[in-house]
């Protein structure tokens, strides 16, 4: 294709923003918007410098390619609408509220030979990438222990409430499906295994929001066994106090341990047993992904905005016929989708659930219904909102 790639966004909020300004720094030509309403959709459009569309067809019939940031619960919808068009599709996380529709959203990409991506954009990292090369060339032996963790504060005040709270729009789970996709993504992707089984437990902070009754969590706790026969435990919370975007990987081997953390970017702890150190990014000692994915040059930090545009730039070499390294395709956002299926058939059951069997039921009780030690709903006290 000679020219730039046209592209239109669906969602009108700041996911929508970093998508278009991701696709410029690929060089795409961001060409219009969808959002909720059409004066959200005129909103959205000056913002962004394009024009506003009123259907998801109509958008689709003039973009080369759409990136669908609209609520959770209107991703099948949408992507469904793109893929029908025969044009490409990028879509937010998590793929859609639950496993079975997701995995036909693969199934329909694939048949219609369409680059379909999810932005797991943590990925892009190249410090990300230089922790799985350096798995991969068995740096750290075999390995034994992992430990995830994604915390944030954003929900700690008991009036928070947006879309995300209301199931009928997120779908069953709220912050495992919001963070706790990216961190089980992040630490299957490294580690080269999958999650076989785990036992999940969940909390919900605040019993009403805003007059609205919670029935999403706000903190997800889990106990993991990887394929390799690794152990680990997964924290996820939405209510941690002064954490903004706490995400952090820890892969323990018997060589070796390697620690990514989010909020430093730019640096790789490696851990032996009669010594540390730390692995500054810097292309000309990184291995060839990593080196890839280096923007600028050693010094110069990189962060959140250019793993997001390394993302983008891949999928956009995807579309041009290339076959980008670790691009999470929409087969990796539909294997999200059955570890938040996994994740609340154990909070229910309060069993083990072996992933890739899990059956979710219906949306979860009203927060009225009795608490279990895998589902706690009660008010958080004083020393919690301090």
């Given at each position: 294709?000679?020219r730039?790639?046209?592209?239109?966004?669906?969602?009108?909020?700041f996911?929508?923003?970093?998508?278009?300004?991701?696709?410029?720094s690929?060089?795409?030509?961001?060409?219009?918007?969808?959002a909720?309403?059409?004066?959200?959709?005129?909103?959205a459009a000056r913002?962004?410098?394009?024009?506003?569309?009123?259907?998801v067809?109509?958008?689709?019939?003039?973009?080369?390619?759409?990136?669908?940031?609209?609520?959770?619960?209107?991703?099948?919808?949408?992507?469904?609408a793109?893929?029908r068009?025969?044009?490409?599709?990028?879509?937010e996380?998590?793929l859609?509220?639950?496993?079975?529709?997701?995995?036909?959203?693969?199934?329909?990409?694939?048949e219609?030979?369409?680059v379909?991506?999810?932005?797991?954009?943590?990925?892009?990292?190249?410090?990300v990438r230089?922790?799985?090369?350096?798995v991969q060339?068995?740096e750290?032996?075999r390995?034994?222990?992992v430990?995830g963790?994604?915390?944030q504060d954003?929900?700690?005040?008991?009036?928070?409430?947006?879309?995300?709270v209301?199931?009928?729009?997120s779908?069953a789970?709220?912050?495992?499906?919001?963070?706790?996709?990216?961190?089980?993504?992040?630490?299957?992707?490294?580690?080269?295994?999958?999650?076989?089984?785990?036992?999940?437990?969940?909390?919900?902070?605040y019993?009403?929001?805003?007059?609205?009754?919670?029935?999403?969590?706000?903190?997800a706790?889990?106990?993991?066994?990887?394929?390799?026969?690794?152990?680990g435990?997964?924290?996820?919370s939405q209510?941690?106090?002064?954490?903004?975007n706490?995400?952090t990987?820890?892969?323990?081997?018997t060589a070796?341990?390697?620690?990514?953390e989010?909020e430093?970017?730019d640096?790789?702890?490696?851990?032996g047993?009669?010594?540390?150190?730390v692995?500054?990014?810097?292309?000309?000692?990184?291995?060839d992904?990593a080196?890839?994915?280096?923007?600028?040059?050693?010094?110069?930090?990189?962060?959140?905005v250019?793993?997001?545009?390394?993302?983008?730039r891949d999928?956009?070499?995807?579309?041009?016929?290339?076959?980008?390294?670790g691009l999470?395709r929409?087969?990796?956002?539909?294997?999200?989708?059955q570890?938040?299926?996994?994740?609340?058939?154990?909070?229910?059951t309060?069993?083990?659930?072996?992933?890739?069997?899990?059956?979710?039921?219906?949306?979860?009780?009203?927060?009225?219904?009795?608490?279990s030690?895998?589902?706690?709903?009660?008010?958080?006290?004083?020393?919690?909102?301090?």
């Open positions: 294709m000679d730039a790639l046209r592209v239109g966004i669906i969602g009108g909020g996911m929508g923003e970093a998508h278009a300004r991701a696709a410029r690929a060089g795409a030509e961001v060409i219009g918007v969808l909720s309403s059409q004066e959200s959709s005129q909103r913002s962004l410098g394009a024009e506003a569309f009123s259907s067809a109509e958008l689709a019939g003039a973009a080369d390619v759409v990136h669908v940031c609209s609520p959770n619960g209107l991703h099948a919808e949408h992507v469904r793109v893929i068009a025969g044009k490409h599709v990028v879509c996380k998590p859609s509220t639950d496993h079975a529709t997701a995995d036909g959203l693969v199934r329909e990409a694939d219609a030979g369409v379909a991506s999810v932005p797991f954009v943590y990925r892009f990292h190249p410090m230089q922790a799985r090369h350096l060339q068995g750290i032996g390995l034994l222990t430990q963790q994604y915390l954003w929900m700690l005040d008991p009036s928070a409430w947006n879309w995300r209301d199931p009928a729009e779908g789970s709220r912050a495992f499906g919001d963070i706790g996709s990216h961190l089980v993504d992040l630490l299957e992707f490294v580690a080269g295994e999958r999650i076989r089984r785990l036992s999940a437990i969940t909390s919900i902070a019993p009403e929001r805003d007059g609205h009754p919670v029935s999403t969590e706000d903190a706790a889990l106990t993991v066994e990887f394929t390799g026969g690794a152990i435990s997964i924290m996820v209510v941690n106090a002064g954490r903004k706490a995400l990987i820890e892969l323990a081997g070796n341990n390697i620690v990514f989010q430093k970017p640096e790789l702890w490696i851990g047993e009669s010594s540390t150190r692995i500054s990014r810097d292309a000309t000692v990184l291995g992904d080196a890839r994915l280096s923007a600028v040059p050693a010094g110069h930090p990189m962060g959140y250019d793993a997001f545009a390394g993302f983008v999928t956009y070499a995807a579309i041009q016929g290339s076959a980008p390294e999470p929409f087969a990796d956002g539909a294997r999200a989708n570890v938040i299926d996994a994740v609340l058939e154990s909070a229910r309060r069993q083990w659930v072996d992933v890739g069997e899990a059956a979710v039921e219906p949306l979860a009780q009203s927060s009225s219904a009795p608490a030690p895998a589902s706690v709903t009660r008010p958080a006290t004083a020393k919690e909102t301090a």
